[in-house]
């Protein structure tokens, strides 16, 4: 599978934000469902957003109204703006690709074969 590749963590403060970048190929961010994923410390590994090939989002209720996935396929680059962060969304956030084997692509559901990005720490401090 294609090799993802994650940019943009760092450390925020609390109530600020972060605009995290995925570039992968192509044939990936045109026609497979493109996950953002995340482990926060002692964490299990949870799912934060996922869009379509034909843009269509969907988010998990920790973030919804405060993070935002988005693609441009031109560029090959999966986005994640987060805004309104909290400490709670301090994580290691991974970009993933998964096929769409089914009706809908669905937050933190992947059944593979998956390629997946190395990951970004993002830290939010009180």
């Known amino acids: 599978q294609g090799r993802l590749m994650e940019s943009g963590g760092g450390s925020a403060q609390s109530g600020g934000s972060l605009r995290l970048s995925c570039a992968a190929p192509g044939y990936l961010v045109g026609s497979y469902c493109l996950h953002w994923l995340r482990q926060g410390p002692g964490k299990a590994r949870e799912g934060v957003a996922v869009i379509e090939p034909d843009g269509t989002t969907a988010y998990a209720s920790s973030v919804e109204g405060r993070f935002t996935i988005s693609k441009d396929v031109d560029k090959s680059t999966v986005f994640l703006q987060m805004n309104g962060l909290n400490t709670e969304d301090t994580a290691t956030y991974l970009c993933?690709?998964?096929?769409?084997?089914?009706?809908?692509?669905?937050?933190?559901?992947?059944?593979?074969?998956?390629?997946w990005g190395q990951g970004t720490q993002v830290i939010v401090s009180s």
């Open positions: 993933a690709a998964d096929p769409k084997w089914t009706e809908r692509c669905q937050v933190g559901v992947l059944s593979g074969p998956t390629s």
